[in-house]
């Protein structure tokens, strides 16, 4: 198949959706198909495998949009949309990614002249108002989940769901189309690495790190993150003198945690890891919390116990990741910070059933591999394109 992929910012190691959309690219072109992306791209750089369109630099906005290692694309004039219209031309069929103006313009153009088309309902309106506070404001993100339907998912047939969660998140807000929750999937190299790290094989602690007890967490630095739960918990805990927190990821809530993270006997490490790295230092630490009010998925989470890690979930009503806790033992009250240090004792306290438990999880975590969320996908791609012919067929 020749798959066009439509996604406002491609090029980040920062961003869940993007980098979703990098590995499901990669792991299709290893099956045969042709993907192409149509995406922002000021590089000037010429990559066959991209429709480049310029960035739109937001009024007032842009300085946020940085922080957060995203841009719009340019949707609009004579140039940005002969490329839009060239490239769901060249496609079998067109998959976007998040319902923003490009999207929409895509969505329309493939209507129009009768493209089969899927889209991904990976963000959370959540997301969004929590840069404006108002993300506990149920009317606010219903209005906001109303426009991503008006934009992009009504009328579409086929809709890609990180989570169960999610799937069920955007029907209760009116979508409509046929939910297909799959997983954005995790590399084979995080199965391996649970498997060396449970035959006894860990990773030879760094130096620096001898005596202590790391606890980890992945993801954007950002509020809804709550990185900041897990510094204020440390000092609730009876390890509080050995605990050295590792929070791995780039945002814009850097300088404030490292501020807030000045108190504690052993401060925060802020780093930014690549692949093999973050295995590297998963497969030495001692547990991962996952502390963020909302999230779609958390592939971080499945990676980290997929590397043998016990996790530590909160119990948010607005966040997927819960679904991974395989008791009540990994779940703690979301916001909470003396639950968290709670939870987070009871696993240290109790090393023989944590080890044990490390082996449960890691073999959990072989059912979200990414061979089989592309079976999944490869299954929704030929559905829609089905459905696509028998609808022309049928007004024909």
């Given at each position: 198949m020749k798959i066009l992929f439509v996604i406002d910012t491609y090029y980040t190691n920062n961003n869940g959706t993007s980098i979703s959309a990098q590995r499901f690219a990669s792991e299709l072109r290893k099956r045969g198909h042709d993907v192409r992306i149509l995406t922002a791209n000021d590089s000037g750089e010429n990559d066959e495998k991209l429709f480049s369109l310029r960035h739109f630099h937001m009024p007032i906005f842009q300085p946020l949009m940085n922080k957060h290692n995203f841009n719009f694309a340019k949707f609009w004039g004579r140039e940005s949309l002969d490329i839009i219209h060239e490239a769901i031309e060249w496609a079998d069929i067109v998959h976007c990614f998040l319902p923003f103006p490009l999207e929409a313009v895509a969505r329309r153009y493939a209507d129009k002249i009768g493209k089969p088309i899927t889209a991904a309902a990976h963000l959370q309106a959540e997301s969004l108002t929590a840069n404006i506070g108002l993300h506990r404001v149920a009317w606010v993100n219903h209005l906001f989940y109303k426009i991503f339907r008006r934009l992009l998912f009504d009328g579409v047939r086929h809709i890609h769901c990180p989570s169960q969660f999610m799937a069920d998140e955007v029907k209760s807000h009116g979508f409509t189309g046929k939910m297909h929750p799959i997983s954005n999937g995790i590399q084979p190299v995080f199965i391996e690495a649970g498997k060396r790290h449970i035959a006894g094989h860990r990773t030879e602690t760094y130096a620096e790190y001898k005596g202590k007890i790391l606890i980890m967490m992945?993801?954007?630095?950002?509020?809804?993150?709550?990185?900041a739960l897990i510094i204020k918990a440390v000092p609730h805990s009876k390890y509080a003198d050995r605990i050295q927190l590792i929070f791995a990821g780039r945002g814009p809530?850097?300088?404030?945690?490292?501020?807030?993270?000045?108190?504690?006997?052993?401060?925060?490490?802020?780093?930014?890891?690549?692949?093999d790295a973050l295995i590297e230092m998963l497969s030495q630490s001692d547990l991962y919390v996952h502390a963020a009010d909302m999230e779609s998925e958390a592939i971080s989470c499945i990676e980290a116990f997929a590397t043998g890690l016990v996790p530590v979930i909160a119990n948010s009503p607005l966040s997927a990741t819960k679904q991974f806790a395989l008791d009540e033992r990994s779940l703690f009250q979301a916001?909470?910070?003396?639950?968290?240090?709670?939870?987070?004792?009871?696993?240290?306290?109790?090393?023989?059933?944590?080890?044990?438990?490390?082996?449960?999880?890691a073999a959990s975590a072989e059912k979200y591999s990414i061979d089989h969320s592309i079976d999944l996908f490869e299954e929704m791609l030929k559905e829609e394109i089905e459905d696509n012919e028998k609808a022309h067929h049928s007004i024909s």
């Amino acid at each position: 198949m020749k798959i066009l992929f439509v996604i406002d910012t491609y090029y980040t190691n920062n961003n869940g959706t993007s980098i979703s959309a990098q590995r499901f690219a990669s792991e299709l072109r290893k099956r045969g198909h042709d993907v192409r992306i149509l995406t922002a791209n000021d590089s000037g750089e010429n990559d066959e495998k991209l429709f480049s369109l310029r960035h739109f630099h937001m009024p007032i906005f842009q300085p946020l949009m940085n922080k957060h290692n995203f841009n719009f694309a340019k949707f609009w004039g004579r140039e940005s949309l002969d490329i839009i219209h060239e490239a769901i031309e060249w496609a079998d069929i067109v998959h976007c990614f998040l319902p923003f103006p490009l999207e929409a313009v895509a969505r329309r153009y493939a209507d129009k002249i009768g493209k089969p088309i899927t889209a991904a309902a990976h963000l959370q309106a959540e997301s969004l108002t929590a840069n404006i506070g108002l993300h506990r404001v149920a009317w606010v993100n219903h209005l906001f989940y109303k426009i991503f339907r008006r934009l992009l998912f009504d009328g579409v047939r086929h809709i890609h769901c990180p989570s169960q969660f999610m799937a069920d998140e955007v029907k209760s807000h009116g979508f409509t189309g046929k939910m297909h929750p799959i997983s954005n999937g995790i590399q084979p190299v995080f199965i391996e690495a649970g498997k060396r790290h449970i035959a006894g094989h860990r990773t030879e602690t760094y130096a620096e790190y001898k005596g202590k007890i790391l606890i980890m967490m992945v993801g954007r630095l950002t509020r809804e993150k709550q990185q900041a739960l897990i510094i204020k918990a440390v000092p609730h805990s009876k390890y509080a003198d050995r605990i050295q927190l590792i929070f791995a990821g780039r945002g814009p809530m850097q300088e404030r945690y490292e501020k807030l993270g000045q108190e504690l006997p052993l401060k925060p490490q802020f780093v930014y890891l690549k692949r093999d790295a973050l295995i590297e230092m998963l497969s030495q630490s001692d547990l991962y919390v996952h502390a963020a009010d909302m999230e779609s998925e958390a592939i971080s989470c499945i990676e980290a116990f997929a590397t043998g890690l016990v996790p530590v979930i909160a119990n948010s009503p607005l966040s997927a990741t819960k679904q991974f806790a395989l008791d009540e033992r990994s779940l703690f009250q979301a916001g909470d910070e003396k639950d968290l240090a709670r939870a987070i004792d009871y696993w240290l306290d109790d090393t023989p059933e944590r080890l044990r438990m490390e082996e449960v999880y890691a073999a959990s975590a072989e059912k979200y591999s990414i061979d089989h969320s592309i079976d999944l996908f490869e299954e929704m791609l030929k559905e829609e394109i089905e459905d696509n012919e028998k609808a022309h067929h049928s007004i024909s």
